[in-house]
């Protein structure tokens, strides 16, 4: 690959109906990281305690530190506008991101895709070894969306450039 495409994670109050995303974090095509927490909306309720132990993101925290629905819609279009942006669990990404918009009033302007279309039948069976060897070596010790979404970036990187897993 000649350049990397921006991949992008989302972290969530919870898997299923209700939940919500609480934290969006992207590796941009120049290898550059951006991630924010967002503050629930009044009725944004749901919320799932094993979901939290993964992520390590609590409600108050986002209280304290989450920016407004309506924020992180402006700088993800400001900051993603035109490209097609992909992601490693699109059929829950997608709906997260849906009601992200919804929240703040506004539409992307940016296209999110899966992850797997960018990948070949033998890349697809490689992608899980290569992903976790990607993510030892980089030694993270929080589960967080920036840094997912670098891992999968770089995974991507070393799966199309035909690197075997150890």
């Known amino acids: 690959m000649q350049q990397l495409p921006t991949i992008l994670d989302i972290e969530a109050?919870?898997?299923?109906?209700?939940?919500?995303?609480?934290e969006i974090g992207f590796a941009g095509t120049d290898g550059g990281l951006f991630c924010a927490l967002i503050r629930p909306?009044?009725?944004?309720?749901?919320?799932?305690?094993?979901?939290e132990g993964l992520h390590g993101i609590s409600r108050e925290l986002l209280q304290r530190h989450g920016r407004t629905a309506a924020w992180m819609a402006s700088e993800?279009?400001?900051?993603?506008?035109?490209?097609?942006?992909?992601?490693d669990g699109w059929a829950m990404d997608y709906p997260w991101l849906a009601r992200l918009f919804d929240a703040a009033g506004q539409r992307p302007r940016f296209r999110l895709d899966d992850l797997r279309r960018l990948l070949s039948e033998d890349e697809a069976l490689r992608w899980r070894g290569v992903?976790?060897?990607?993510?030892?070596?980089?030694?993270?010790?929080?589960?967080?969306?920036?840094?997912?979404?670098?891992?999968?970036q770089l995974a991507l990187q070393e799966v199309k450039s035909g690197v075997a897993t150890a």
């Not at 109906?17 to 609480?22: D, E, F, L, Q, T």
């Not at 993800?76 to 992601?87: D, E, F, I, K």
């Not at 993270?140 to 920036?146: G, M, N, P």
């Open 13 to 22: 109050s919870g898997f299923g109906r209700g939940s919500y995303p609480i």
């Open 41 to 51: 909306e009044p009725d944004w309720q749901h919320w799932d305690c094993e979901a």
């Open 76 to 87: 993800l279009n400001a900051r993603l506008a035109g490209q097609v942006v992909y992601c």
């Open 131 to 152: 992903t976790d060897a990607v993510r030892e070596r980089q030694q993270l010790t929080r589960h967080r969306a920036s840094s997912d979404a670098r891992v999968l």
